[in-house]
């Protein structure tokens, strides 16, 4: 079974600037949550998405923002980019009901300029 | 306040040695589980070991042993027989479960983990 994938793996943006980041879940696993990891903050929950409804949510601001598509895949978006958005963003997904794992994908490293 | 504490940033390990990762957690939640993530260099999240807090007996995968005492809320990672390839940060992170729904996973700060040759 292929893994977590995500896409791209690797972006730069400036400042003002807005991305979109994706993420492909395991076959047959229908929750993706995503991650911020930044040196200062560590790692934060941003949110997860569960058969197409946003179940859960972080404390960030509302310039980020994503949905999941009827496939599971899942994307976030990240609006007037800030030179403090950049991180490492990681993707995990886990089966349902299985709250024991959660599967991380390689993540999307963000730099803002 | 910090739900998961990991107090070690660094810590330095003899080749085939053992090595003990120190994790506290703070939870009034009586169902939870915990987690350890192996973080090589690459960024990628390795799961590694799970422990539920109903769980009677410690977690082991292979080389991996978690040591649960759940009175003092601590679910430190023993690693036996060190290799070179186990040098990564290492994050311990929990999950709660209410109402039978479980939240986000909760992470340490890390320890990153040197094995020398």
């Known amino acids: 079974k292929a893994g977590v994938t995500q896409t791209p793996r690797y972006l730069i943006k400036t400042r003002g600037q807005q991305v979109t980041l994706s993420c492909s879940p395991i076959s047959g696993h229908r929750s993706v949550s995503w991650y911020q990891q930044t040196p200062g903050q560590g790692l934060q929950f941003l949110f997860e998405?569960?058969?197409?409804?946003?179940?859960n949510k972080g404390n960030f601001p509302g310039r980020f923002s994503g949905r999941q598509f009827s496939n599971s895949r899942s994307e976030m978006n990240v609006s007037t980019l800030e030179l403090g958005d950049s991180a490492l963003y990681l993707c995990?997904?886990?089966?349902?009901?299985?709250?024991?794992?959660?599967?991380f994908g390689p993540g999307t490293r963000l730099l803002v300029l | 306040a910090q739900k998961i504490t990991q107090t070690q940033p660094g810590m330095f390990v003899q080749e085939k040695e053992a090595v003990t990762l120190d994790c506290t957690y703070d939870t009034s939640d009586p169902s939870y589980g915990l987690f350890w993530y192996k973080q090589p260099s690459s960024g990628e999240m390795i799961f590694l070991i799970y422990q539920g807090s109903y769980d009677q007996q410690n977690a082991t995968e292979g080389r991996y042993s978690l040591n649960f005492q759940k009175a003092r809320k601590s679910a430190n990672l023993v690693i036996s027989a060190s290799q070179l390839g186990d040098s990564a940060m290492y994050f311990c992170a929990m999950r709660e479960i209410l109402s039978g729904s479980a939240r986000q996973l909760t992470f340490g700060s890390g320890t990153q983990l040197t094995v020398l040759p």
């Open positions: 998405y569960f058969s197409e409804t946003q179940r």
């Open positions: 995990a997904s886990q089966p349902t009901g299985r709250w024991e794992t959660q599967y």
